[in-house]
């Protein structure tokens, strides 16, 4: 193949903020940047048709190219600017363009670029342990690093899995989750995930995983919706079932996320989690608090477990820990869940290239000191009921049936009848969400995500810097392409 210099035009300037936003020429290769994505570039959960040529049979739309970012703003290779409304992928908790952070990587790199931490260790993935078991809640002392949260999740069901072996129950293998709860893409998360188009083309997956009803009170029995505690009770009670089901002496882990992302984030009802937790001590099962999502200032603490007052015997994280600006993930574990691993000839078999990396641990490092710094689990805690009240004035929609989530994380429900909560069929959800939501979201200057992972729902997860000012401006964006959403369907 024959290459040629990189052709970059001058960059505009962007009008609101007044930086400079680059507009990309060529690629090294010398094809314009959105050819190249369409030819080579694979995007993840992506529907390449929408940019395939209609000569070809496809759409004929152009892959969206997002060369620059500042705190919650983003821009686009033409210098359009959009609000940033789910932090990249639910990860950008302190914004973009924090040089700091930057630098940092930069710093550690001209040290000591990489290292393993197979049988050794360096001091930024010490430091990194170290920090992170002084804000994981209980005995969780014990920091096992991965490169990202689906990584997490399949080492924390491997070791519940090791763990009864060495500890004389070797029956104990299965895994309880919740229906259209999201955990991750590798075999073994794809299992504990509860939603089936997601896994249907990857059958027979790692057998074990069974799944209990979720806790989203809008769709709760009709009988239980005016009584969240003892909806909480019921769900919870479904979990207890389950390991009756299966036997106690098969089920080794329940995973739980704090707020359930997919399905459009449903919040614990009262006492859910308490009664979890009993469940859990009564059968010897292990309790997986999936915070890939709700760690790090998400909810307004570091780890999401505490405003819910429940200590889990395990901990799976990532996204926020580094803001986005470096991949790392990582399983906290009990001292318990260590003890075996203590003595004779006895390891954990499991582990990965990147994990707990140098660059990775310390920009993780520079970002949890910009967390206390500008206390930002604070500033969430006490912007969230803002947030959540700006959202809430989109009710009087026809076409918004519900409002809910915690902290920074939202969901907002769509249904075809507000009356009697009807939702859509999958051929209106089809057009609601990627014939119009989606386009439209995007063109009013709002990143976020219409999705249709259970009943259709518009998703927000912005950085945590953000205030009253951007609440009004996301709300009356959402309200702008809200208003006429029904006619589309």
Known sequence: MTTTAQTVTEPTTDQSSGQPTPELGLTPAGTPYADAAREHLWGHFTRHSVYEPVASGGQGGSMPVIVRGEGHLIWDDRGKEYIDGLAGLFTVQVGHGRVELAEAAMKQASTLAYFPIWSYAHPRAIELAERLAAYAPGDLNRVFFTTGGGEAVETAWKLAKQYFKLTGKPTKHKVISRSVAYHGT????????????????????????????????????????????AFGRWAADRIAEAIEFEGPDTVAAVFLEPVQNSGGCFPPPPGYFERVREICDQYDVLLVSDEVICAFGRIGSMFACDEFNYVPDMITCAKGMTSGYSPIGALIASDRLFEPFRHGTTSFSHGFTFGGHPVSAAVAMANLDIFEREGLNQHVRENAPKFRASLETLLDLPIVGDVRGEGYFYGIELVADKQTRETFDDDQAERLLRGYLSKALFDAGLYCRADDRGDPVVQLSPPLTIGEPEFADITSRLRSVLEGALEHV
């Not at 073994?188 to 249907?200: D, E, M, N, Q, R």
């Not at 995983?209 to 979720?214: A, I, L, Q």
């Open 186 to 229: 590798p075999q073994g998360a794809l299992s504990i995930t509860g939603i089936p188009a997601a896994k249907a083309m990857f059958e027979p997956l790692v057998p074990g995983g069974h799944k209990v009803p979720n806790t989203n009170l809008y769709r709760a029995p009709e009988h239980l919706r005016d009584d969240p505690k």
